[in-house]
């Protein structure tokens, strides 16, 4: 395996991302630490049929964080060739037929990769997207081996609470999450924990 330049974009585009809100202009804007300001980050979620490692990805979402700020977005359903079960489909909303004419992991996972280049991945739980991540991307020849730095333990270091779901991180530092389980959604949400808790002042 080897890491390969991915030249162009083939199936799957990133966008610009747009906040919903605007900026405050009268709000003191946060300022982050070195770590934050000198990389560039793309925080990623998987939807999956399951957690073992026969399943297969559903969706991937991802959020690109350069200079403190988040730029572009990543999002893609995709066909996992085979039957997503309905307990699965009861968490993350997403069904058999949505995914039935979407595009193969092979399809996209070059995409994500260049997508990728030259950024730490940040994930919550990092591992087990990273796992099915790197699966894919074996099964079509080419390697990631960026950096990655899961959020879940900085949460842990930064926030004392009883549990550390994304979803209770979310709501201890006031950051919405609509949509949960859902992949951007998902990653949207860990880029803001993200940063938040590598504000200077954090």
Known sequence: L???KVLEYKNVWPEVYMPLTQENIFVKKPEYNDYIMN?????????????????????????KIENGKITQKFQVLINPEKRIPDNI??????????????????????????????????????NFDMG??????????FLFDNEFFDAMILAK??????????INVV????????????????????????????????
């Open 157 to 166: 270091q930064k926030l004392y609470l009883p549990r550390y779901r994304l």
């Open 132 to 141: 099915f991540i790197t699966r894919a991307a074996k099964e079509s020849g």
């Open 89 to 126: 489909v009861a968490i993350t909303s997403i069904t058999n037929e949505m995914v039935e004419n979407c595009l193969l992991i092979k399809d996209v996972i070059k995409d994500f990769y260049k997508f990728c280049e030259d950024c730490i991945l940040v994930g919550y739980n990092v």
């Open 2 to 4: 080897e890491h390969i």
């Open 39 to 63: 990389n560039k980050f793309v925080v990623f979620d998987c939807e999956t049929t399951g957690t073992y490692e026969t399943d297969r990805i559903t969706e991937i979402g991802a959020a």
């Open 171 to 202: 709501e201890s530092l006031n950051i919405k999450l609509d949509n949960a389980h859902r992949a951007f959604f998902d990653a949207l949400a860990t880029a803001e924990v993200f940063l938040k808790l590598n504000e200077k002042n954090n």
